[in-house]
């Protein structure tokens, strides 16, 4: 309620019209900076998500890979076919696991696969030794079938 002081120094207002200082005002700067946090949050996990991504999730069928470690269960890094890591090459790239043995059809210079689930994706690479490396192919990998 407007005390009848303030009516009295502004003769042109009306008891209904809001202060300039309203509560809709006071509510809105209340709000903005958490709003504005939640948004900040929000874009940098989404960034980070996208960052997380590991490199056997973004390869594709021709790309050449390298593995940073002896064994089946070791990292994967995507290379120029050229170089001497390039030990295998992607045949085919399936992002899910519906598929029951997905290599076993892309013929005989598949040896194996490799297999990444993360949270919520798995991703199936289809590997064939790298010919296009200097030096030739390297050895067939010794991984326990599985």
Same mark, same amino acid.
């Given at each position: 309620? +407007?005390?009848?002081?303030?009516?009295?120094?502004?003769?042109?207002? !009306?008891?209904? *019209?809001? @202060?300039?200082?309203?509560? #809709?005002?006071?509510?809105?700067?209340?709000?903005?900076?958490?709003?504005?946090?939640?948004?900040?949050? +929000?874009? %940098?996990?989404?960034?980070? %998500?996208?960052?997380?991504?590991?490199?056997?999730?973004?390869?594709?069928?021709?790309?050449?890979?390298?593995?940073? /470690? !002896? $064994?089946?269960?070791? /990292?994967?890094?995507?290379?120029?076919? +050229?170089?001497? *890591?390039?030990?295998?090459?992607?045949?085919?790239?399936?992002? /899910? /696991?519906?598929?029951?043995?997905?290599?076993?059809?892309?013929?005989? *210079?598949?040896? %194996?696969?490799? @297999?990444?689930?993360? @949270?919520?994706?798995?991703?199936?690479?289809?590997?064939? #030794?790298? +010919?296009?490396?200097? %030096? $030739?192919?390297?050895? #067939?990998?010794?991984?326990?079938?599985?």
């Amino acid at each position: 309620m +407007t005390s009848p002081l303030l009516l009295a120094a502004n003769p042109h207002r !009306t008891a209904s *019209e809001p @202060t300039s200082s309203s509560r #809709l005002r006071r509510f809105g700067k209340a709000v903005r900076a958490p709003l504005i946090l939640v948004a900040l949050a +929000t874009a %940098g996990l989404l960034v980070s %998500g996208q960052l997380s991504k590991s490199e056997a999730q973004a390869a594709k069928a021709g790309d050449c890979m390298h593995a940073l /470690d !002896t $064994g089946p269960k070791a /990292d994967m890094e995507i290379v120029s076919c +050229t170089k001497p *890591e390039a030990q295998y090459r992607v045949v085919k790239a399936v992002r /899910d /696991d519906s598929q029951y043995r997905p290599c076993e059809a892309e013929g005989p *210079e598949v040896f %194996g696969s490799y @297999t990444e689930k993360r @949270t919520s994706t798995v991703v199936i690479l289809c590997l064939a #030794l790298n +010919t296009d490396r200097p %030096g $030739g192919p390297v050895p #067939l990998p010794n991984w326990p079938q599985g």
